[in-house]
């Protein structure tokens, strides 16, 4: 079954950074690659918001502290200068493509800030 | 701007059905599929399938075949899910949600919670 794996939770005092990762196990990209990655930010009660597509780029308005990267099969988001605000869910999805066009999300990793 | 606007929350009995709308706004309705995005308490979200505004054509995701339906009415630029047959496990926040850049989901309704108890 198709998966993408996160930790369950990182944290980190205000002003570092912090990184999490997201695995794709047995997905079949076909001709598209793990090159659809996408990150969501979600605050308990809000709608979720995306903070980077295309697995490192920024939508407007997103600040330039938080950044996407790839390396083979595994995605990470790094939030650097780590504010108060940001404490919240970070979800990764990934477009799978092939024939079904279909999308899977992580579960999800919980951001503390000490 | 573009907004996706959702009914409001629904309380139903197991067994009965729901239909949930995502009314779209700002943009042309039939240049952006929409997606359907379920997320169960404690959960992640899940993605459910979506519908190409232009033909009618649905996908959906493993474990959201048979009780659940997509459909449009493109002359209020409107998106419905309906789920029948509702058990408790389906309790959970319904998001419409729709694409802006490439692979993703940039606009989101605000969400409708149903909730299916006896």
């Known amino acids: 079954q198709s998966a993408l794996s996160q930790p369950r939770s990182v944290s980190g005092s205000p002003g570092q950074s912090v990184t999490i990762s997201c695995t794709a196990t047995?997905?079949?990209?076909?001709?598209?690659?793990?090159?659809?990655v996408s990150w969501y930010q979600h605050h308990s009660g809000k709608v979720p918001k995306l903070m980077i597509y295309?697995?490192?780029k920024r939508p407007s308005g997103v600040p330039d502290r938080f950044s996407g990267s790839k390396s083979g099969n595994t995605a990470s988001l790094t939030i650097s200068g780590l504010q108060a605000e940001d404490e919240a869910v970070y979800y990764c999805?990934?477009?799978?493509?092939?024939?079904?066009?279909?999308?899977?999300f992580g579960g999800g990793t919980k951001v503390t800030v000490l | 701007q573009v907004q996706l606007v959702q009914s409001e929350s629904e309380l139903k009995k197991p067994g009965a059905s729901v239909k949930v709308s995502c009314k779209a706004s700002?943009?042309?309705?039939?240049?952006?599929?929409i997606n359907w995005v379920r997320q169960a308490p404690g959960q992640g979200p899940e993605w459910m399938g979506w519908?190409?505004?232009?033909?009618?054509?649905?996908t959906f995701a493993q474990g959201f075949t048979g009780r659940f339906l997509f459909s449009l009415d493109t002359s209020v630029s409107t998106a419905y899910l309906q789920i029948s047959s509702l058990k408790a496990e389906d309790s959970a926040v319904y998001y419409c949600?729709?694409?802006?850049?490439?692979?993703?989901?940039?606009?989101w309704g605000q969400g409708t919670l149903v909730t299916v108890s006896s």
């Open positions: 999805c990934s477009f799978e493509g092939r024939n079904t066009f279909a999308y899977v």
């Open positions: 949600a729709r694409g802006g850049y490439s692979y993703d989901f940039h606009y």
């Open positions: 047995h997905i079949d990209f076909g001709g598209y690659g793990y090159d659809y």
């Open positions: 700002g943009y042309t309705f039939t240049n952006y599929a």
């Open positions: 519908i190409d505004t232009n033909t009618g054509k649905t």
């Open positions: 295309d697995v490192n």
